[in-house]
């Protein structure tokens, strides 16, 4: 089993920033690709970015050049640095861990973004 973590989630006004955290814990579970989606009212869950082992990264064409994710291979971690934030960026962000057998989810943190 794995639990994951999310914060640093909160309200920051359109061109500020925030930094997502997510903490996993399992004993003994291998974490392959890990990954930040958020929903917004209305809509469906969307990737925003993902990391693999070897650390490759993928990005939603919304976020590309103001968001950057990145990961602790050791802890387990990762995280998302959000730059030059919309209003639209306002969702729920929820991390997500893929191991062999499964996907995980966190419960999500709010982000809101006042224009």
């Known amino acids: 089993q794995v639990q994951l973590v999310e914060s640093g989630g909160g309200l920051v006004q359109a061109g500020g920033s925030l930094r997502l955290s997510c903490a996993t814990s399992?004993?003994?579970?291998?974490?392959?690709?890990m990954a930040w989606y958020r929903q917004a009212p209305g809509n469906q869950r969307e990737l925003v970015a993902s990391?693999?082992?070897?650390?490759?990264?993928t990005y939603a064409e919304a976020v590309k050049g103001r968001f950057t994710i990145s990961r602790d291979g050791t802890k387990n971690t990762v995280e998302l640095q959000m730059s030059s934030l919309k209003p639209e960026d306002t969702a729920v962000y929820y991390c997500?861990?893929?191991?062999?057998?499964?996907?995980?989810w966190g419960r999500g943190t709010q982000v809101t973004v006042s224009s």
């Open positions: 997500n861990a893929q191991t062999f057998v499964r996907s995980y």
């Open positions: 399992g004993r003994g579970v291998v974490i392959n690709d």
């Open positions: 990391i693999i082992r070897g650390g490759t990264t």
